[in-house]
């Protein structure tokens, strides 16, 4: 079992070694193997995502990710800024189908932003397809616009798109989570805008059919943005395309106050996937010690089970974060008055101690 | 004062008629005139704006509108669904600007999911470009792929757009709110991918020149819809695109917990406007007499103040809204503990008494 071990920028380095900590642990056969990316691989190499480290992914079962970006890197073109790392791996190993879970651990409930009674006990998945849509969608560029409201002035466009069977790939992939889940999905789009978004809405209905004991709605994007707030725990699993599910995951993840703990994974069809915490590189607080490492922990877990076939060993993780949680250990990001508070390497220490 | 009333679906019809009741009782010059839009409109001469309606619009001063859209026009073809209306309307008149106050009165803190501290005095302006973007650029439609992950297939797509200009107008429109409120304007945009968005932030920081009164940052748009769950107040104007608005107001405005007190205004550059509660037609509760008027009254309030430059009676209105919360009269979405229920219609006496 091959892993590409990337801890990016930022926190990353911090972080990712508490969760290779947390794996060599578990005494499993497992190859690791370090890569530059992001602004450290600019720094290095003059490209975020170096040939070296694309082919050691590609040749890898699972990329364990740390976080990429800082503001310096601002300046820098398009091209070579620390997310086109990511973006580009996630491109070249076609990783289409990214798993968000929101959980509100009953230990975190008071970090949210939200009423105790309406957070409590929230587990919901957020399934976002992650190489189509406007993100990858060409042409785009600038230009002299034809027509529209000022003809022959400069105009900046982009292309949202999708296909048919790419809809279909990542519907299967929500309908298949729902069932081993609530069995209730809920697919988000602008259908009453978007040409994208009705074949989008059409291709649901229509894999809907081979879902029978799954119960399908749809929800516009602005009104999903909106029950988020209302109603978090209404939902299940929530399945929709790249642009609308960057906004709805991070909104998701942030109604539970602790971001810190969320992990993402994103898959392609041969279950090869890369895994890597829901926040970002943090570069205000790097070097410090204070980082919270179990998000990466729980990507790791999460890598384990999708993607290595280790589904006892993903367990095994999982719970003992939840046994460091009730010890009452806390990284500074979740600290609450009468729990204890530890730097990123005691949690990861805990962690191991708890396995 | 030529106004067009265009009540719409579902509730539109009875909260329109309270706000109709408080501009009369202000004894303006105003003249008044009815027509009908939405699926209404559909049924009645067989598409949602009808020609009359649309001539109506462009020669009056302003246009206040109910709310349109019901599931049963969800069978329609989408030219002929009610929101197209809403579309024609912004596009007919051009009104790039939109104004979406989201504002907690304190009366109404317990009704947000939010902490009361987080959200108590919240009062934020998102402007949202309202011409432009994705909601109308073209080409747009079906064909079949030619490249991407699968070439040969059906697929959709649509156009994301923003010329100079456009871009320039809705950034003054924003700095010149900014300086009179709080000074601070926050731009959204997802300039790390889009090609689009680049263009948005770079005449961002160029308009900004001619406003060094106001402080400009730029927020990504995933990260906006955190930071608005996290701490809502730290925004003072937001200004975004067309579909990034969208989201973001919604959420925005749900934070607050009560939507049916939020008005909006949409303008174009001679100040003509469409003044419309921020939520929708809520067919569910149409014809019970139960529905919120509130933000039906505060957009008339609003139209006074942008489109007929009555600012006097517009602060009448508003000053009318705040005593009839304090005196504890609620409809039924804003109802709690120790306040007095009221039906659509007595809500509106109760403003017009206060006025
Ligand atoms: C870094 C950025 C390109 C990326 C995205 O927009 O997909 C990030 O926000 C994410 O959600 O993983
Ligand atoms: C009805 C719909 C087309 C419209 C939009 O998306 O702009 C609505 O959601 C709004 O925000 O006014």
Same mark, same amino acid.
């Given at each position: 079992?091959?892993?590409?071990?990337?801890?990016?920028?930022?926190?990353?380095?911090?972080?990712?070694?508490?969760?290779?900590?947390?794996?060599?642990?578990?005494?499993?056969?497992?190859?690791?193997?370090?890569?530059?990316?992001?602004?450290?691989?600019?720094?290095?190499?003059?490209?975020?995502?170096?040939?070296?480290?694309?082919?050691?992914?590609?040749?890898?079962?699972?990329?364990?990710?740390?976080?990429?970006?800082?503001?310096?890197?601002?300046?820098?073109?398009?091209?070579?800024?620390?997310?086109?790392?990511?973006?580009?791996?996630?491109?070249?190993?076609?990783?289409?189908?990214?798993?968000?879970?929101?959980?509100?651990?009953?230990?975190?409930?008071?970090?949210?932003?939200?009423?105790?009674?309406?957070?409590?006990?929230?587990?919901?998945?957020?399934?976002?397809?992650?190489?189509?849509?406007?993100?990858?969608?060409?042409?785009?560029?600038?230009?002299?616009?034809?027509?529209?409201?000022?003809?022959?002035?400069?105009?900046?466009?982009?292309?949202?798109?999708?296909?048919?069977?790419?809809?279909?790939?990542?519907?299967?992939?929500?309908?298949?989570?729902?069932?081993?889940?609530?069995?209730?999905?809920?697919?988000?789009?602008?259908?009453? %805008? $978007? @040409?994208?978004?009705?074949?989008?809405? #059409?291709?649901?209905? =229509?894999?809907?059919?081979?879902?029978?004991? /799954?119960?399908?709605?749809?929800?516009?994007?602005?009104?999903?943005?909106?029950?988020?707030?209302?109603?978090?725990?209404?939902?299940?699993?929530?399945?929709?395309?790249?642009?609308?599910?960057?906004?709805?995951?991070?909104?998701?993840?942030?109604?539970?106050?602790?971001?810190?703990?969320?992990?993402?994974?994103?898959?392609?069809?041969?279950?090869?996937?890369?895994?890597?915490?829901?926040?970002?590189?943090?570069?205000?607080?790097?070097?410090?010690?204070?980082?919270?490492?179990?998000?990466?922990?729980?990507?790791?877990?999460?890598?384990?089970?999708?993607?290595?076939?280790?589904?006892?060993?993903?367990?095994?993780?999982?719970?003992?974060?939840?046994? %460091? $949680? @009730?010890?009452?250990?806390?990284?500074? #990001?979740?600290?609450? =008055?009468?729990?204890?508070?530890?730097?990123? /390497?005691?949690?990861?220490?805990?962690?191991?101690?708890?396995?």
């Amino acid at each position: 079992m091959k892993i590409a071990i990337l801890p990016g920028d930022g926190i990353g380095h911090e972080i990712v070694a508490e969760a290779v900590k947390v794996l060599n642990a578990l005494n499993l056969p497992l190859e690791m193997n370090w890569a530059d990316v992001g602004g450290t691989a600019y720094e290095k190499h003059g490209h975020p995502l170096p040939e070296a480290t694309l082919e050691l992914a590609k040749s890898s079962d699972a990329i364990l990710f740390g976080a990429v970006g800082d503001w310096k890197y601002d300046v820098l073109e398009r091209h070579l800024r620390p997310e086109q790392a990511i973006l580009g791996l996630r491109k070249a190993l076609g990783l289409y189908a990214n798993f968000r879970p929101a959980i509100c651990y009953k230990e975190l409930v008071n970090a949210s932003s939200l009423k105790p009674e309406l957070i409590a006990g929230l587990d919901i998945l957020l399934i976002r397809e992650l190489t189509g849509d406007i993100y990858f969608g060409t042409p785009r560029g600038r230009r002299t616009a034809e027509d529209g409201h000022f003809p022959g002035t400069e105009e900046a466009f982009d292309t949202m798109r999708y296909s048919r069977p790419e809809i279909e790939r990542i519907a299967h992939t929500a309908f298949q989570a729902a069932q081993k889940r609530g069995k209730r999905l809920t697919s988000v789009d602008k259908n009453n %805008v $978007l @040409e994208t978004s009705q074949l989008w809405k #059409d291709v649901m209905v =229509e894999v809907a059919q081979q879902y029978p004991d /799954v119960a399908l709605d749809h929800m516009l994007v602005d009104n999903a943005a909106m029950q988020l707030v209302k109603a978090p725990k209404k939902f299940d699993v929530v399945v929709t395309g790249n642009m609308f599910g960057d906004i709805l995951s991070d909104e998701a993840a942030m109604l539970t106050g602790s971001i810190g703990m969320l992990p993402s994974a994103s898959l392609n069809d041969r279950n090869q996937g890369l895994y890597e915490p829901s926040h970002g590189s943090a570069p205000d607080i790097a070097g410090k010690g204070i980082a919270n490492p179990l998000a990466t922990i729980l990507s790791a877990a999460m890598m384990l089970r999708f993607s290595l076939n280790q589904p006892e060993a993903a367990d095994r993780i999982e719970a003992a974060v939840q046994k %460091v $949680l @009730e010890q009452g250990l806390r990284t500074a #990001d979740i600290l609450s =008055e009468g729990t204890t508070k530890v730097s990123t /390497v005691e949690m990861g220490d805990a962690v191991v101690a708890a396995l």
